[in-house]
Every structure is written in structure tokens, then in C-alpha cells.
């Protein structure tokens, strides 16, 4: 609106300093002779005309316009020139969001109003833009019907061509002053930003202090964001701080010094999900994780530890897991422990030259009465439930050997009578105070079944020499009968 009146006051001035030129004033008898012409001009001298050139100018009406589109991918954009849209200019395919449209106006003159029809195949939405040039209809009119770098609906108008001149204004040229409680012209939008892919910059005192990147990273004393809120400096939040996703606090050097560490909690702090901490973690009383514990890696179980291995120690007491190079647990200081409320189910013991496992109790004796027992690894107190149980042991293959002296059946029975057992096998007292070597009384056992089978095989060879006999004798009894 400035910029017209000042044209038109200059307008006014030239055009009185041309007429002054050709002014004529007669002398009258009575006064001196005065030159009118002259002191108009020496007047229009000392004047200084505020005539800037609009860098916009608009004559005759719009010959061209660019707009940005902003909505569904693949639309059909059809532009007319009349409200009734049977007068149609162009048709855009295809059209995705962001996509900067050009409308020529027919004959190098674009219609009053100029109406895009928006249709995704579901619905058509129609948008009217005012495409002549501004007037002053009602005072303010001249910013309110001005289109350049305004939004209607889905469209923001990028470019204006005006008819007379030719000259093509971009939306930088355009006044995009701030109104307070929203633009005139569209006055539904509440919105402050760019349509295009543009940042947004924070300034105060004409000093960048912030920015909207166009990948929608918001920073604060910083122009170079790598996340949705990005902070250069200190931020205070007077009451909560809710995270949703993962919480991350690096520092260059773990401290539980306010000045220099990365995360200082001076009363409780709860975490509802996840934890992250870049470098160290020390929690000088007690922790509470609602979720999964993840270390140097995002948890997938409760606790999850990415690394070579884990240690709690107490003092000179200490217990490792390991996976430096294979997974390995191990304890320093003192037996290993697993224990349920019932008592001390598995027992470790982990002393040097050691390496016992217990089960159901911590005793691991070395003797079994007069039997020495020391180097068994694995005790168990209760029984042992397996399907299957392999032993390595000797065996009783010497009973084949032509050395070894099978006892007679006399003799055995004669053993038997006196001391209640077989021979070469453990008394019944004898098992229950020294217990049973698996390994032994197996090998043990195979030695007597063969010893069986070679008393078999004798009596067998008994019985068919008797047999033979028999069938002698038979025969004859049979000759003598026969006589």
C-alpha cells in the first residue's frame, strides 16, 4: 500500500512540474512581475521524491504463476479459468507432493480467478486463486488479495508473472510479514513454516538462535541438528522429562561431579523402559530398571550385556563370566555356589587343584572308609536319574586266558559256604561301608558269567562224551537182545 501512494505522490509532482513549465503569468500594473514557473521549479528543487521502483510490479493482470503442491502423491491437478470448470487450461498427471506446478494463461493473460481441481480418484477439491492484479477495493485490500507466497488448501504460490511488464517475482520478493492471529487470506491455517523443502531459522537480535531443519530437526543454538531436539548448551526442565524411546548421556569421561558428569541424579530416578549410557555407569546406592538392562548393546532380555564378560566381587571374592575366548564362569576367593530357598543345591568347589561339583550337598570327602576317594570329581547326594550310563573301565577278557585258574565247582560252593559271596566279589558290608565302584563291579561281574559259561562248555563236553556212552551201550544191548 506504501509503495503506491508514494508512485502517485511522485506521479503528482512531475506532472504539476511539467505544467509549471508552461505557465504563463500576466503582469499587473500595480505589483511586480513575479515568475511562478521559476519558484515552482526552485520549490520542486529542495524536494526530495521517495520514488523507489517496485521490484513486483503488476500491470494489466498475471500471465503466468508457479505454486507448489502439497499433498497425496499421484493426483490428477486439472486448472481452469471460469467457476463453472468447463474451461479448462491444463491437466497435471501424476502429481506428487512438493511438486511445482507452471499455469500459462491463455493468450498471455490468466482470468480474474483461476480454479485447481485437486481429484486422487476418490474425491475433487476445488481451490480458487485470485489471478489479477491487486486493488485497492477496501483499505488493507492490497496485501489481502496479493497471492505470492501465500498457501490456499494444498497450493502455496511460489512465482507471479505480470502481462505489461514480464517480470517473474519469487516468493523471496513477496512481504511475508508475521500477522497477529493469522493471515487474512486462508485464516483457517495456523500453521508457520515452509511448504517447500526449505529450514526454518529461529532469529533474535539478527542472530540465528535456532532452526526447523527440512528433515525436521529442531535445534536450539545450533543450525546443524542431528536429532528431532537438539540442544547446544544447558537445558533446565523445571518439572517432568518423559521419554518414550531410549534416553542417551555421553560424557568423555565418567564423574559423579555435576560440573563434569554426564547424567548427575541427586534424589530418585526411575526409568519405565529403556537406559542407554554411552560410556560409564555408576550408581553409587541402589538401581531399579522396570525394563530391560542392556550393556554396550540394546537389551533383548532383562539383562544384556554385549561384550568379554561380567564380574561381581565383594573384596577378595570374586565371580566371572567370560567370553574372551570361550564362555567360561569362574571364582576367586571362594567355592561357587547355586542355591535355592531349600538349601545348597550345586556346589562348586573352585580352590586350586580342586574343581569338584557337588549336588544336593557341599561335602566332597576323601575317603569312603578305607577307600580313598579324594580324586572323584562329581558328588551327589539323593541319586541320579539317566537314561543312559557310560563307564571307562578294564575288563574280564583275562578269564579266556590260558593262565587263569577257574576255580572248580567244589571249590566255589565250598567258598560260598564259608564266607557268604562269591569269590574275587565284595562282601555285603563291604559295599555298604565303601561303597561300589560301577566301573569295577561291572568288570567284576562280566569275569563271573564267563567264568559260568567255561564251566557250561565243560559240562557240556561231559555230557556228550555220557551221551555218546549211553548210545553205545544202547546199541549193544540191542545185538545181545537180538541173540
Known amino acids: 500500500m506504501k509503495k503506491t501512494l508514494v508512485l502517485t505522490a511522485c506521479n503528482l509532482l512531475l506532472l504539476l512540474f511539467t505544467l509549471s513549465a508552461q505557465i504563463t503569468v500576466p503582469a499587473v500594473p500595480e505589483r511586480p512581475a513575479v515568475d511562478y514557473a521559476e519558484s515552482v521549479k526552485a520549490l520542486l528543487a529542495n524536494v526530495q521524491l521517495p520514488c523507489a521502483s517496485d521490484p513486483c510490479p503488476c500491470v494489466g493482470g498475471y500471465s503466468r504463476i508457479q505454486v507448489y503442491y502439497f499433498g497425496p502423491n499421484n493426483v490428477t491437478i486439472r486448472v481452469y479459468s471460469n467457476s463453472a470448470l468447463t474451461t479448462l487450461l491444463t491437466t497435471f498427471n501424476n502429481v506428487v507432493n512438493g511438486q511445482l506446478l507452471t499455469i500459462n494463461g491463455p493468450g498471455g493473460m490468466l482470468a480474474p480467478y483461476t480454479y485447481l481441481s485437486v481429484d486422487d480418484g476418490a474425491d475433487v477439491c476445488t481451490t480458487r486463486l485470485y489471478t489479477r492484479c491487486p486493488t485497492e477495493a477496501w483499505p488493507g485490500a492490497l496485501d489481502d488479495l496479493a497471492i505470492l507466497g501465500k498457501t490456499f488448501r494444498n497450493f502455496t504460490v511460489y512465482t507471479v508473472t505480470d502481462a505489461a511488464n514480464n517480470i517473474e517475482c519469487a516468493i523471496d520478493n513477496a512481504d511475508q510479514d508475521w500477522h497477529v492471529g493469522g493471515n487474512i487470506v486462508g485464516s483457517g491455517k495456523k500453521s508457520l513454516g515452509t511448504r517447500n523443502n526449505e529450514d526454518v531459522l529461529l532469529i533474535t537480535n539478527d542472530n540465528v538462535r535456532g532452526i526447523i531443519s527440512r528433515a525436521g530437526n529442531f535445534g536450539i543454538n545450533t543450525i546443524a541438528p542431528t536429532a528431532r531436539l537438539h540442544v547446544n548448551g544447558a537445558a533446565i526442565v523445571e518439572q517432568n522429562l518423559d521419554v518414550n524411546g531410549i534416553g542417551r548421556m555421553n560424557n568423555a569421561a565418567g564423574s559423579n561431579s555435576p560440573a563434569t558428569g554426564a547424567l548427575v541424579v541427586t534424589g530418585g530416578a526411575g526409568v519405565g523402559q529403556n537406559l542407554f549410557v554411552g560410556n560409564d555407569l555408576h550408581v553409587a546406592s541402589n538401581g531399579f530398571v522396570g525394563g530391560n538392562l542392556g550393556v554396550g548393546i540394546a537389551p533383548l532380555t532383562d539383562l544384556h550385556v554385549e561384550g568379554t564378560g561380567i564380574r561381581l566381587s565383594n573384596g577378595a571374592q570374586r565371580l566371572d563370566w567370560s567370553t574372551a575366548a570361550s564362555n567360561t564362569m569362574s571364582s576367586t576367593g571362594s567355592s561357587l555356589f547355586v542355591r535355592s530357598p531349600g538349601g545348597n543345591h550345586i556346589f562348586f568347589n573352585t580352590q586350586p587343584g580342586e574343581g569338584k561339583v557337588a549336588i544336593g550337598t557341599t561335602n566332597v570327602p576323601d575317603n569312603l572308609g578305607p577307600t580313598d576317594i579324594s580324586f572323584y570329581k562329581l558328588y551327589v547326594r539323593g541319586g541320579i536319574l539317566t537314561e543312559e550310563l557310560r563307564v571307562r573301565t578294564g575288563w574280564a577278557d583275562y578269564v579266556f586266558g590260558e593262565a587263569y585258574r577257574l576255580r572248580p565247582l567244589p571249590e566255589v560252593e ?70
Open 414 to 483: 565250598q567258598y560260598i559256604r564259608r564266607n557268604g559271596h562269591l569269590p574275587d566279589c565284595p562282601s555285603e558290608k563291604e559295599v555298604a561301608e565303601n561303597g561300589l565302584s560301577v566301573g569295577e563291579a561291572a568288570a567284576n561281574q562280566q569275569a563271573r558269567i564267563e567264568e559260568i559259561f567255561l564251566h557250561l562248555i565243560e559240562m557240556d563236553k561231559k555230557l556228550q562224551a555220557l551221551q555218546a556212552e549211553n548210545a553205545a551201550l544202547k546199541s549193544r544191548i540191542e545185538q545181545l537182545e537180538q541173540h
